[in-house]
């Protein structure tokens, strides 16, 4: 029977296109083209029904087209949104046809939707080798290569999932915003990028991350008492101006000196009592102050709550609390801390950085060994320090002696690489003193080599974010001088007092000195530059530890890449070409935006 319906007609039941419907619909080969006709218009559940008959006649004639056909209806399953059954077709893709990459193009698809991110990532990369098997036999070499792209994209498309899943399950990414960003691959030469997940206003918070390691510059701590696990100001104000003012003690007013001198936290009842009834705003200015946890081993690091102290110990403080090492492991520390305040700050990072991954490999062994799975091979210890170091093994890097400086002053770029290296060597050795031990693993030694040292320095280098928490004593000044109620008694002397303390100060000090320090964001450090950017770093007016905040400064739409500026992006503070000269010294791209190109 034949039945006409809009632009088909139904044959025997099925319904064909017109122009295809004086065929006789039998074979394979049929169906098939049948099955792409309806691919190419889109009609996927008709194209699903074609290729279903087309396999059902091919594994009746065990055709050779099986493997083709079973791909076409994997492709069709996706498009419908049933991945499972997709999944499935591919397998049997790659049974019938082992050495096509176009099966496990389809199963690693699939994977992918399913949140397979690991399985995907390699069905991926097995399509690729086979890919590059047959690349130099192919005569369009351009449409391997476009292939073999493709292939890389989705790679490590699944590679980004599955390490940012995977972090976020075993609850490494202490962020809010990720329901309004993501990380994705964009290409070969730029790599990764953050994109905006819906529709984004001017102001509106993109990000508000802890960082993954962070730590408050040496020197700065003699300025400010912080928390030493997310660097938030700890103690209350008397503590924090002692701290400040205490090496000047004996240059100090002599009523200052009393009020400066007495126990925790009663410097301000000291005034409230002179001053009463005086209001002294403390709920607003001391909001972001924490009450102060000691180390609990005997060190001088405090923090502002037990958790942080517990998520320090575990991370990282649990092999560099002095107190806790023998004489000989404290001793070679204390020289590494000195070497690295001499040369780089940054070095302190790196010695977190290691014992962070060597905590991670200690915990993976110890649960396998848990398991009675006993690691004994070399290979498998290679596995699990793989699986130690994965959450810095996303970050882009170089060799940190290939980073040059450029030297203003000169007009050129200084290559550093022997002073470099020679940091490196005189860290490794420092670092193994004082870390490594006869019960150390030996497959940990990697990580002491100036190599890797080496590695890390350049994703520090290229990755981290200088640190600026605000002293709360800034908060309290501004409450004071805005306090302007006349019927209050008491209040001109009060402000007196303040004064005092407010000239002390300044007297030796250019600025309150706030938390200073370098750190280490997983997300936030997937933003790349734009000289025309549409978000920023800042601090809102709650963020009171080394948190990385990034607002929006311009409408960003979904799907839109979100961008800031590594450099001062201000017309009056740089040129273009200082611009692109800092950009390409620190960070090795030449900036093509808009603004940085030459103008006509």
């Not at 918070?205 to 390691?213: A, G, I, Q, R, T």
Request: glycine share 6%.
């Amino acid at each position: 029977s034949t039945q006409s319906t809009g632009g088909s007609k139904i044959l025997g039941g099925f319904p064909v296109p017109l122009c295809m419907a004086q065929q006789e619909f039998q074979s394979v080969s049929d169906y098939k083209k049948l099955g792409s006709t309806y691919w190419s218009q889109k009609k996927w559940t008709l194209a699903l029904e074609a290729f279903s008959k087309a396999i059902e006649l091919g594994e009746a004639e065990l055709s050779e087209e099986l493997s083709l056909l079973y791909s076409n209806r994997s492709a069709t399953y996706f498009q419908l949104g049933q991945y499972g059954e997709g999944l499935e077709d591919a397998e049997r893709c790659i049974l019938k046809k082992p050495e096509w990459s176009k099966g496990y193009f389809r199963k690693g698809k699939c994977l992918l939707e399913l949140k397979k991110f690991t399985e995907s990532k390699q069905a991926f990369l097995k399509a690729k080798q086979l890919e590059l098997q047959i690349a130099p036999t192919i005569a369009t070499s351009s449409q391997s290569s476009s292939v073999i792209d493709e292939l890389e994209s989705l790679y490590q498309t699944a590679a980004i999932k599955e390490y940012y899943s995977g972090l976020s399950t075993k609850g490494m990414i202490r962020t809010n915003g990720l329901d309004t960003c993501e990380v994705k691959y964009i290409n070969k030469s730029k790599g990764k990028g953050l994109f905006a997940a819906q529709d984004l206003e001017p102001e509106q918070l993109l990000l508000s991350e802890s960082l993954l390691v962070s730590t408050q510059f040496p020197t700065n701590k003699a300025q400010a008492l912080v928390c030493e696990y997310c660097l938030r100001f700890v103690g209350s104000l008397s503590e924090q101006l002692d701290l400040i003012l205490g090496p000047f003690i004996h240059r100090l007013p002599k009523g200052l000196v009393q009020l400066t001198k007495q126990k925790p936290n009663k410097w301000l009842l000291g005034l409230e009592e002179q001053c009463s009834p005086l209001y002294v705003p403390t709920d607003d200015a001391t909001s972001d102050l924490k009450g102060m946890i000691p180390c609990g081993q005997g060190c001088a690091d405090v923090y502002c709550s037990e958790k942080c102290r517990k998520a320090t110990y575990h991370s990282y403080h649990n092999k560099l609390c002095p107190s806790r090492l023998d004489r000989l492991h404290a001793s070679a520390l204390k020289n590494f801390e000195r070497f690295a305040i001499e040369n780089s700050d940054r070095f302190i990072l790196i010695a977190k950085i290691i014992v962070m991954i060597m905590n991670r490999y200690e915990f993976l062994k110890e649960e396998r060994e848990k398991a009675n799975e006993k690691v004994t091979k070399e290979v498998e210890s290679e596995i699990l320090l793989n699986e130690a170091t994965k959450q810095f093994d996303m970050f882009v890097f170089k060799e940190w002696e290939e980073i040059e400086v450029w030297d203003e002053k000169e007009q050129r770029y200084i290559d550093e690489r022997a002073l470099k290296i020679s940091l490196l060597n005189t860290s490794s050795a420092l670092l193994q003193e004082a870390l490594f031990s006869s019960q150390t693993d030996p497959i940990l030694q990697k990580l002491f080599t100036p190599q890797y040292l080496s590695r890390l320095m350049g994703i520090i280098e290229l990755n981290s974010q200088n640190i600026g928490v605000l002293s709360p004593l800034h908060r309290y000044f501004r409450a004071l001088g805005e306090f302007s109620d006349p019927t209050v008694p008491g209040k001109v002397e009060a402000l007196k007092q303040f004064q005092i303390i407010i000239d002390s100060l300044f007297k030796y000090h250019s600025e309150v000195p706030n938390c200073q320090g370098v750190g280490l964001s997983l997300i936030q450090s997937n933003i790349n530059h734009s000289c025309v950017p549409n978000a920023e770093l800042a601090k809102t007016a709650r963020d009171y530890d080394a948190r990385s905040t990034v607002i929006a400064i311009l409408p960003i739409k979904k799907g839109e890449e979100i961008t800031i500026s590594y450099v001062p992006f201000d017309e009056g503070e740089y040129t273009t070409e200082q611009r692109r000269r800092e950009l390409f010294g620190q960070y090795r791209f030449h900036c093509v935006c808009p603004k940085c190109q030459p103008k006509t």
